[in-house]
């Protein structure tokens, strides 16, 4: 068993008063979204700092806090915080001190050599010489780590970015470089040497981020017990934090071992186009997933390369009568390729399909998880995950997206008057546990998803206007939706992502015309009425949700109080 930090003595922060959320789900729907999307934060702290209401003041301040704790050198926050510490100080003098510490540093960045450019070229020798240098910077050290920070995290050299950050050392204050030091371990090394880093910060200014890293740490080594004791220790400083209320709800759940997939109840189902290399290690990853007795249906989409050489010898790797595959002469594009597999007859006989991408590297019981999830919510449309870098850190590509007010989008296509902005909280983030929750949403990521074989006889499969890639699945969730099947997404459940999805690494003229007329025909496809209800009725389910999970959250933090120690 791991050691036991102790996160029972967090300082106090400013916490508005019980019953506070769910006036903010009446008041400000786009609440029950996220706590944890940095512009979303930051523009409902604004709101609540604009007002004259003492709770909501509470709540941005102590939002703003954790900001802090979690990125120091994120500098639209630490201006924020500023702002809210001068006009109603409410810091721990430890956390103020070090605010002041990291905007100071923050305001003299030199600008000969900008960071920001070498990390765009993407070259991470340039990026480790650069941070080599910048340790030997006595008079500007600090300024000159604070936007390569997060680089230095993720070079491909774990090791060397424990030496490059240790560098830093002499020119940082020793609770600001511990700090530091265990982000890396968290990032970088094993939950016990993460552990081990989080017990030793200074907890007036970095508590609420290490009992946050730390409940992550103490599940990944399977202590869920006393991981949901420092999420709870977390939430009591924060009630008003939507991402806690959910993780500290999903770490309560019981969650014995996933029955095994039985013949006829799934089909897993995966398409490429000349992929060969990726496709076979795809594959070979898949194949030594828990599949049990599902059905593996791989569709060649019109390859040019070695990926039919590469499906069969894949075959091998699964049991007989378990694998099917399809060569097609061309490539019909991704909702075509999917409704091809949905019609093979072996496919259609399961009761639930899952697609994959053809760079997809799920966890060893993913298929299980997911349908133990669509057994648990019969009335999903979708079940899907959270997609993760495969690299380390394995940060987030996708957890539940969901939609913003109209008003709240920024146009972006001058034709069109658009009305669809999804909230996406998490591209790029760290995995401190913040998304490993289970709720009700209005989409999931395609790279994988489930879905129940009622909802596509319901509403059919991907439509092929969206071809070749881009917004059929987010057309098939809203389809799904507005007939009463809204997804599910199970953030508990994680799936690598070798690539990244289409629209992030958008880059050619060509690339960005297709994502931006996709969406045009998203946009056409959706009527007033439709969009109207669907922002609506999407934030009303969160909300819903939230308020019960709260409720349960807080008679459970109410009860493990009143526990009496041993």
């Keep these: 068993m791991p050691p036991a930090n102790d996160f029972s003595s967090l300082p106090p922060l400013p916490a508005p008063a019980p019953g506070f959320?769910?006036?903010?789900?009446?008041?400000?729907?786009?609440?029950?979204?996220?706590?944890e999307q940095r512009e979303l934060r930051l523009s409902l702290c604004r709101i609540l700092l604009g007002r004259n209401n003492s709770d909501g003041l509470a709540a941005a301040q102590g939002l703003l806090a954790l900001s802090f704790q979690e990125d120091p050198f994120d500098a639209p926050s630490l201006a924020l915080l500023a702002e809210a510490e001068a006009k109603h100080p409410f810091l721990p003098p430890r956390q103020?001190?070090?605010?002041?510490?990291?905007?100071?540093?923050?305001?003299?960045?030199?600008?000969?050599?900008?960071?920001?450019?070498?990390?765009?070229?993407?070259?991470?020798?340039?990026?480790?010489?650069?941070?080599?240098?910048?340790?030997?910077?006595?008079?500007?050290?600090?300024?000159?780590?604070?936007?390569?920070?997060?680089?230095?995290?993720?070079?491909?050299?774990?090791?060397?970015?424990?030496?490059?950050?240790?560098?830093?050392?002499?020119?940082?204050?020793?609770?600001?470089?511990?700090?530091?030091s265990a982000e890396l371990a968290f990032l970088r090394g094993t939950p016990e040497a993460a552990l081990k880093a989080l017990a030793g910060l200074d907890p007036t200014a970095w508590g609420l981020f290490a009992a946050i890293a730390a409940s992550r740490a103490l599940e990944h080594l399977g202590a869920?017990?006393?991981?949901?004791?420092?999420?709870?220790?977390?939430?009591?400083?924060?009630?008003?934090?939507?991402?806690?209320?959910?993780?500290?709800?999903?770490?309560?759940?019981?969650?014995?071992?996933?029955?095994?997939?039985?013949?006829?109840?799934?089909a897993v189902c995966l398409y490429s186009m000349n992929k060969a290399g990726l496709f076979r290690e795809c594959l070979a990853h898949l194949a030594a997933t828990d599949l049990g007795g599902a059905l593996v249906a791989v569709l060649d989409n019109g390859s040019t390369d070695d990926t039919p050489a590469v499906v069969a010898e894949a075959a091998k790797r699964f049991p007989e009568g378990r694998f099917l595959s399809v060569r097609l002469p061309v490539n019909i594009g991704a909702p075509g390729a999917r409704n091809w597999l949905?019609?093979?007859?072996?496919?259609?006989?399961?009761?639930?399909?899952?697609?994959?991408?053809?760079?997809?590297?799920?966890?060893?019981d993913w298929l299980s998880r997911l349908l133990e999830t669509a057994r648990a919510h019969p009335e999903a449309g979708t079940i899907g995950c959270a997609i993760v870098d495969v690299d380390a850190p394995r940060d987030h590509q996708a957890a539940d997206?969901?939609?913003?007010?109209?008003?709240?989008?920024?146009?972006?296509?001058?034709?069109?008057?658009?009305?669809?902005?999804?909230?996406?909280?998490?591209?790029?983030?760290?995995?401190?546990?913040?998304?490993?929750?289970?709720?009700?949403?209005?989409?999931?990521?395609?790279?994988?998803?489930?879905?129940?074989?009622?909802?596509?006889e319901a509403v059919g499969g991907f439509d092929i206007r969206f071809n070749p890639t881009q917004f059929d699945d987010?057309?098939?969730?809203?389809?799904?939706?507005?007939?009463?099947?809204?997804?599910?997404?199970?953030?508990?459940?994680?799936?690598?992502?070798k690539q990244g999805s289409s629209l992030a690494v958008a880059q050619t003229q060509g690339q960005v015309a297709q994502v931006v007329g996709n969406k045009i025909k998203l946009e056409y496809k959706v009527s007033d009425a439709e969009a109207d209800r669907l922002w609506r009725e999407n934030l009303a389910l969160l909300g819903r949700d939230l308020?019960?999970?709260?409720?349960?959250?807080?008679?459970?933090?109410?009860?493990v109080a009143a526990k009496p120690t041993a």
């Design 21 to 35: 959320v769910a006036a903010m789900c009446d008041a400000l729907p786009i609440w029950a979204l996220t706590s």
């Design 96 to 180: 103020a001190a070090m605010a002041r510490l990291v905007a100071a540093a923050l305001a003299d960045i030199p600008d000969d050599v900008p960071f920001e450019a070498i990390r765009a070229g993407g070259d991470t020798d340039l990026i480790a010489r650069y941070l080599e240098v910048a340790a030997k910077d006595k008079a500007h050290g600090l300024a000159r780590l604070a936007p390569a920070f997060g680089s230095l995290c993720r070079l491909p050299d774990a090791d060397l970015a424990g030496r490059l950050l240790d560098g830093f050392a002499p020119h940082l204050p020793g609770t600001l470089f511990a700090r530091l």
């Design 224 to 266: 869920r017990r006393q991981a949901l004791a420092a999420c709870l220790a977390a939430r009591a400083v924060l009630p008003q934090h939507v991402n806690l209320t959910l993780r500290a709800f999903a770490l309560a759940q019981a969650r014995p071992a996933a029955a095994p997939a039985q013949r006829d109840e799934a």
């Design 342 to 364: 949905l019609a093979r007859p072996e496919v259609a006989a399961c009761r639930h399909v899952a697609f994959l991408d053809d760079d997809a590297f799920p966890q060893a």
């Design 401 to 456: 997206f969901n939609l913003f007010p109209p008003e709240m989008g920024a146009q972006s296509l001058p034709e069109t008057r658009e009305r669809l902005f999804v909230c996406e909280p998490c591209r790029g983030a760290a995995d401190y546990g913040l998304y490993a929750y289970t709720r009700p949403c209005l989409s999931v990521s395609g790279c994988c998803h489930l879905l129940p074989r009622r909802t596509i």
């Design 474 to 497: 987010l057309d098939r969730d809203i389809r799904s939706f507005l007939a009463g099947a809204p997804c599910v997404y199970d953030g508990t459940v994680r799936v690598g992502h």
């Design 547 to 559: 308020l019960a999970k709260d409720a349960a959250v807080g008679e459970l933090a109410r009860a």
